[in-house]
């Protein structure tokens, strides 16, 4: 079975600065790998994803993550967050056949000005 | 229209009440999805389709029941609700890996 660690709960960040949230995944098996992003009040959007060949995998808003598969993570990374970004970011794995998402249990992303 | 619409999106149920949550989609896609948001918690799996005669459980799925009447539609039930299923429940639908997940906006349920 497939489990995910996000390892910080809160990230906190100055607005322009870099961020990097961190995700660990665990499985036997290949694996796919997302991070999804929760605004206030609404439901999760597909920020990026990772299913094959290149290892740096590019999102909307700016993001970018890189699957280190000796590390087995998928760290998320922004190199100059917005006021904008603040959210919670949830990273999930499944195994490549695709029957179903697996969740961390998420990351805060605060942006102060 | 949005792709996936959950209803309600806030309800409030006493303890011992049966409740249904709604979801249904516009997508095309066959696989459907029950999740729970806890804080602290993330996700969990409820229940997941694959089309309408097939039903599995996540990991999470007792207290719960479904129904999925439709391909677009999958319905999620508290046969009697207790204060532990307090939570955010959203509904999921996907088309394979290359299409990820598309979430509804979610339902707020209390459980008093």
């Known amino acids: 079975a497939q489990s995910v660690t996000q390892l910080d709960s809160q990230v906190p960040v100055f607005e322009e600065a870099p961020v990097e949230l961190r995700c660990n995944y665990s499985?036997?098996?290949?694996?796919?790998l997302f991070w999804y992003v929760q605004y206030p009040n609404q439901g999760l959007q597909l920020l990026l994803k990772y299913l094959s060949g290149s290892t740096l995998v590019k999102g909307i808003n700016g993001f970018e993550a890189e699957f280190n598969k000796s590390q087995t993570s998928f760290h998320l990374r922004k190199p100059s967050v917005h006021i904008s970004d603040t959210a919670e970011y949830f990273c999930a794995v499944s195994e490549t056949g695709f029957q179903k998402l697996v969740f961390g249990t998420g990351t805060r992303l605060l942006v102060s000005p | 229209d949005a792709d996936v619409t959950q209803t309600p999106r806030n309800r409030i149920t006493k303890t011992g009440k049966r409740i249904m949550l709604e979801c249904s989609q516009t997508k095309g896609h066959d696989r459907m999805y029950w999740y729970r948001q806890d804080p602290g918690l993330g996700l969990r799996l409820i229940y997941y389709s694959f089309d309408v005669k097939d039903i599995n459980k996540g990991e999470i799925s007792d207290g719960y029941s479904v129904s999925r009447q439709a391909q677009a539609k999958f319905s999620l039930s508290l046969e009697s609700a207790i204060p532990n299923q307090t939570a955010l429940y959203f509904c999921?639908?996907?088309?394979?890996?290359?299409?990820?997940?598309?979430f509804g906006s979610g339902t707020r349920l209390t459980v008093v």
């Open positions: 999921a639908t996907s088309g394979g890996p290359n299409y990820g997940y598309t």
């Open positions: 499985s036997s098996v290949s694996v796919y």
